[in-house]
C-alpha cells in the first residue's frame, strides 16, 4: 500500500453514510434544559481550555449561525493555516457576545437551534458539502460534514455539563453517531503508516453506545468500506468514554494507550491511538 495515494474514486472508503439529520432537535433541547437550569456562578464556570461555560454558548450560537448563512467572519490573514483561521474567528465571536445575557443567548439558541434543525431535516445527504479535514476529504459528502457538525453540538454540550459537575450523558443514540463519526478519521489517522495490502486495524469501542471500525490496507489508501475477515492484525480496546474523549483530545493518546487493551501488531495499534476529529 502508499499511504500518500489520493486512492479510489469517490468516498466510499469512508464507509457506511450515517444519517444524523433527527438528532439537531432533540440536542438542542437537550442543551437548552442544560443551560436554563444553570446558576448565575454556573455561567463563569470553566468548561474548556480558557472558555467558560458562557463562551461556549456563545461559541454554539456562533456554529449555528454560520450554518444558517450568517457567517460574518472575516477571510483568512495573510499566511493563517485553516487551523489558525477556525481559532481566530471562534474567539473573535465569543469576545464580541462576552457581555450577552445568559437569558438573551438562550432565547437566541432556542430559535436558531430549531432553524438549523428544520434545514438539516431535509438537507441532500449525497450532496457535495464542506470538507471535514480531520477525515481528509474535501469536499465531503453532506450526510458527513452533517454529522461532524452533530458531533460539535454534542462534544460542546458535554463540555458544560462536566464545567457544573455533570457526566457525561449517556444517551445510547446520540453518542452512537458520535462514535460512528469520530471513527471515520481512522483512515486519514493512519495515512502515514504502511501496511501490507489486506492489513486490517480494529478500534473497538466497548459499551451500551459502542461499535467496532476496522480499517483496511487496500492498494491505495487505508479504507472503512471494506469487511472484515478474520483475525484483524492489530486491534485497540477501549471505553466508549475514554474513545470520544480521545478523538476530541480530552485524553491524550499516551493516557489512552494505558487505559486500551491492545492485540496484534503494536505499531499498527499505537498510530490507531493518535486519532484526532476535531481541528486541532
Do not use: K
Given at each position: 500500500?502508499?499511504?500518500?495515494?489520493?486512492?479510489?474514486?469517490?468516498?466510499?472508503?469512508?464507509?457506511?453514510?450515517?444519517?444524523?439529520?433527527a438528532?439537531?432537535?432533540?440536542?438542542?433541547?437537550s442543551?437548552?434544559?442544560?443551560?436554563?437550569?444553570?446558576?448565575?456562578?454556573?455561567?463563569?464556570?470553566?468548561?474548556?481550555?480558557?472558555?467558560?461555560?458562557?463562551?461556549?454558548?456563545?461559541?454554539?450560537?456562533?456554529?449555528?449561525?454560520?450554518?444558517?448563512?450568517?457567517?460574518?467572519r472575516?477571510?483568512?490573514?495573510?499566511?493563517?493555516?485553516?487551523?489558525e483561521f477556525?481559532?481566530?474567528?471562534?474567539?473573535?465571536?465569543?469576545?464580541?457576545?462576552?457581555?450577552?445575557?445568559?437569558?438573551?443567548?438562550?432565547?437566541?439558541?432556542?430559535?436558531?437551534?430549531a432553524?438549523?434543525?428544520?434545514?438539516?431535516?431535509?438537507?441532500?445527504?449525497?450532496?457535495?458539502?464542506?470538507?471535514?479535514?480531520?477525515?481528509?476529504?474535501?469536499?465531503?459528502?453532506?450526510?458527513?460534514?452533517?454529522?461532524?457538525?452533530?458531533?460539535?453540538?454534542?462534544?460542546?454540550?458535554?463540555?458544560i455539563?462536566?464545567?457544573?459537575?455533570?457526566?457525561?450523558?449517556?444517551?445510547?443514540?446520540?453518542?452512537?453517531?458520535?462514535?460512528?463519526?469520530?471513527?471515520?478519521?481512522?483512515?486519514?489517522?493512519?495515512?502515514?503508516?504502511?501496511?501490507?495490502?489486506?492489513?486490517?486495524?480494529?478500534f473497538?469501542?466497548?459499551?451500551?453506545?459502542?461499535?467496532?471500525?476496522?480499517?483496511?490496507?487496500?492498494?491505495?489508501?487505508?479504507?472503512?468500506?471494506?469487511?472484515p475477515?478474520?483475525?484483524?492484525?492489530?486491534a485497540?480496546l477501549?471505553?466508549?468514554?475514554?474513545?470520544?474523549?480521545?478523538?476530541?483530545?480530552?485524553?491524550?493518546?499516551?493516557?489512552?494507550?494505558a487505559?486500551?487493551?491492545?492485540?496484534?501488531?503494536?505499531?499498527?495499534?499505537?498510530?490507531?491511538?493518535?486519532?484526532?476529529?476535531?481541528?486541532?
Amino acid at each position: 500500500m502508499s499511504p500518500e495515494s489520493d486512492g479510489m474514486s469517490g468516498t466510499s472508503w469512508l464507509g457506511d453514510p450515517i444519517d444524523a439529520r433527527a438528532l439537531f432537535g432533540p440536542e438542542n433541547g437537550s442543551l437548552l434544559d442544560t443551560l436554563r437550569g444553570l446558576t448565575p456562578v454556573d455561567w463563569s464556570r470553566t468548561a474548556t481550555g480558557h472558555w467558560t461555560v458562557h463562551a461556549v454558548a456563545a461559541h454554539l450560537l456562533g456554529d449555528y449561525y454560520g450554518r444558517l448563512g450568517h457567517d460574518n467572519r472575516n477571510g483568512f490573514a495573510e499566511g493563517e493555516t485553516v487551523e489558525e483561521f477556525v481559532h481566530r474567528t471562534n474567539q473573535e465571536w465569543v469576545d464580541l457576545h462576552a457581555d450577552d445575557s445568559p437569558a438573551s443567548l438562550i432565547d437566541a439558541l432556542a430559535g436558531a437551534g430549531a432553524q438549523l434543525a428544520r434545514r438539516f431535516a431535509t438537507a441532500d445527504l449525497d450532496a457535495a458539502a464542506l470538507g471535514v479535514s480531520w477525515a481528509g476529504v474535501d469536499p465531503s459528502p453532506a450526510w458527513l460534514d452533517i454529522a461532524r457538525e452533530f458531533t460539535e453540538h454534542w462534544t460542546h454540550r458535554q463540555q458544560i455539563r462536566h464545567a457544573i459537575g455533570r457526566n457525561t450523558d449517556p444517551e445510547p443514540r446520540a453518542l452512537s453517531v458520535v462514535l460512528d463519526t469520530f471513527m471515520r478519521a481512522l483512515p486519514h489517522t493512519l495515512r502515514h503508516t504502511s501496511a501490507p495490502v489486506g492489513a486490517q486495524v480494529q478500534f473497538v469501542a466497548e459499551g451500551p453506545a459502542g461499535g467496532t471500525w476496522t480499517a483496511t490496507a487496500t492498494a491505495d489508501r487505508w479504507s472503512l468500506a471494506e469487511a472484515p475477515s478474520g483475525r484483524p492484525t492489530a486491534a485497540v480496546l477501549l471505553d466508549t468514554e475514554t474513545v470520544w474523549r480521545l478523538c476530541t483530545r480530552n485524553v491524550d493518546s499516551s493516557e489512552a494507550l494505558a487505559r486500551s487493551r491492545l492485540q496484534g501488531d503494536r505499531r499498527l495499534a499505537e498510530a490507531a491511538c493518535q486519532i484526532v476529529s476535531i481541528i486541532y
